[in-house]
Structures are given as structure tokens and as C-alpha cells.
């Protein structure tokens, strides 16, 4: 029972991507919600509706005609996964159009998942008074100034309190790699 119950969880999980996938294409997209269908309502045979793709409303990307979907839609999939605007024109002459964008929530997951590895790392550094764990967290601080100084903070757009938050954030993990190792080699030095 448990083996049946384990694959079933398993199998949803695994199901749970394909089934979001089948999304309707709205105003804006974000990155994460790619591929989505481009639906237009069944006339008579889908297979004699063209839809036309194009980036910023003059390159054309494809052109294919429409399939059928289920009884009442007919649908071509819309998977282009560039950042920008996307425009679709059907041969019926409706149209409409798509604005990828980078998905921003997802950048604050991440800066919130890498504080919360860094104070572990740091709280398991002076717990265990293991100098390496603190020496980790000092790499980490130094990859996330790297982060942000190419990329910036979701919504800021002031490069001055950028750059500070990066210099800020840089010292700091060069502070937690530079004191470990110089305590290390005090020690060291002392010993011989």
C-alpha cells in the first residue's frame, strides 16, 4: 500500500509541470509560466486557421496553423521563452499579444533562501567554532555581491545605493573569510 501511495505522490509531481503547462496565454506572461496555448473559439476545421508570431510586431518567428484543442477551441502552442513583447495574428484577422518578463519573485526567493544559508552557516561556524563553515558563508556573501552587482535588486534602480549594498556585502564576507584564515595561521605560526 505505502509503494502505491508513494508512486501516486510521485506521479502528481512529476504530472503537475505538464498540467500547468496547458495555461492560457494572458496580457503579461512571466518566465516561469512558459509555454502557454493561444486559443481562438472553434469555427468549422482548426487545421484552416494560420497564426503568425512575431517579436516586437515586425519580425516574423513562425507561422503554422492552428490545432484542434477540444471541441470548442482551437490552439498552437506559444513557447518562445526571450524576454520582450510577443504579437500573434491569426488568418481570421483577430490578434493579440504577450509580454514576457523576468519573474522578479523569483529573485527575492533566492536573495531570502541565500540569507537564510548564510546566518546557518555563520551560526554554525561559532556553534561548532569551526572556522570553515564561517569561511563558507564568507564565499557565499561574496557570490551574492557578485549577484547583485550584475544583475541589481529587484525594483532598485539607483546605482549609488546599489553599489553600496554591494561594497557593504562584499566586505562583510571578505571580513568572515580573511578572520578565520588569519586566526588559523596564528595558531599555525605558533605552533611551530
Known amino acids: ?28 506572461m512571466l518566465t516561469n509560466e512558459i509555454p502557454c496555448l493561444v486559443l481562438l473559439p472553434y ?20 507561422d503554422r496553423l492552428m490545432s484542434q484543442y477540444s471541441p ?48 546557518i552557516l555563520v551560526g554554525l561556524g561559532y556553534w561548532k567554532e569551526e572556522a570553515i563553515f564561517v569561511m563558507m558563508a564568507g564565499i557565499l556573501a561574496m557570490i551574492i555581491g557578485i549577484a547583485l552587482f550584475n544583475y541589481g535588486f529587484p525594483n532598485l534602480t539607483n546605482e549609488f545605493l546599489k553599489n553600496a549594498i554591494v561594497v557593504v556585502i562584499w566586505g562583510v564576507g571578505a571580513y568572515l573569510i580573511i578572520a578565520p584564515a588569519m586566526e588559523f595561521f596564528e595558531e599555525w605560526s605558533g605552533k611551530k
Open 43 to 62: 469555427t468549422n476545421d482548426c487545421t484552416t486557421i494560420g497564426i503568425r508570431f512575431y517579436n516586437n510586431g515586425s519580425t516574423l518567428l513562425d
Open 72 to 119: 470548442f477551441t482551437c490552439n498552437q502552442t506559444f513557447n518562445y521563452t526571450s524576454f520582450g513583447t510577443y504579437t500573434f495574428n491569426y488568418s481570421t484577422g483577430d490578434t493579440g499579444s504577450i509580454v514576457i518578463e523576468e519573474d522578479e519573485v523569483q529573485q527575492y526567493y533566492l536573495y531570502v533562501v541565500v540569507l537564510i544559508i548564510f546566518f
Open 1 to 28: 500500500m505505502k509503494k502505491i501511495t508513494i508512486a501516486g505522490i510521485v506521479t502528481l509531481i512529476l504530472l503537475i509541470p505538464l498540467i500547468y503547462s496547458l495555461d492560457e496565454c494572458k496580457g503579461t
